[in-house]
């Protein structure tokens, strides 16, 4: 009889389930293994994503529509734009709006990634855009219009920036990756006004 007690006392030891983290706090490669099993339609969202994704999927999709009003600004001035001083300005909004629309793809594709959907209907991507559609009046206004919707780009980017923290850092990454870029372009808008002869 003691020994079939023991007996059972051991088996029920041994069916205790295993510790899912380790004492630095790493999750054991079990329960790594058990969680990567489940859940395989959410992609490269697994069990320790903690952030609210359809409340970021909308931030992003905000995002997005930014970048695509900036695209079609910029190319808009681009065909536009006349004067003398015209030429070398045209050829920043040109590389301006290209490299806004490598940031919209780059949105788009992590807005995918997450399990969303870009929205890109054009008939509200105005309305959700942080930045305006300005045509300006002449190329110094469209130069200086340019500018606000940077430093709009960029105080939206970094308050996203700083909502994520530390909770989704490949998208953290990619939106530090925009910011730079934006700063960029937003002092190259200053240089040009700083530096304007005449109207």
């Not at 695509?68 to 909004?93: I, Q």
């Not at 959907?117 to 300005?134: G, I």
């Not at 045509?135 to 939206?156: C, F, H, Q, T, W």
């Not at 308050?159 to 939106?175: A, C, P, S, V």
Request: proline fraction near 3%; charge should be negative.
């Amino acid at each position: 009889m003691k020994h079939s007690a023991k007996t059972a006392k051991k088996h029920a030891v041994s069916a205790k389930p295993a510790a899912t983290t380790d004492e630095q706090g790493f999750t054991s490669v079990q329960t790594l293994r058990k969680r990567a099993r489940e859940g395989l339609d959410k992609g490269p969202v697994t069990f320790t994503y903690t952030i609210d994704r359809k409340q970021l999927v909308a931030k992003l999709n905000d995002a997005l529509a930014t970048e695509w009003v900036c695209v079609l600004r910029y190319m808009r001035h681009y065909f536009s734009a006349e004067g003398m001083l015209a030429e070398p300005v045209k050829a920043e909004f040109l590389e301006h709006a290209k490299e806004e629309q490598s940031h919209a793809d780059l949105i788009a594709e992590r807005i995918v990634q997450l399990g969303g959907e870009p929205d890109l209907n054009p008939a509200t991507l105005t309305a959700r855009s942080h930045a305006e559609y300005k045509e300006g009046k002449n190329l110094r206004d469209m130069v200086k219009e340019n500018l606000i919707a940077e430093r709009i780009a960029i105080d939206s980017y970094r308050e996203l920036i700083n909502w994520i923290g530390d909770r989704d850092t490949t998208t953290k990454r990619m939106l530090e990756g925009i910011l730079a870029m934006e700063e960029e372009h937003a002092d190259d808008f200053r240089d040009l006004l700083n530096g304007w002869i005449g109207d």
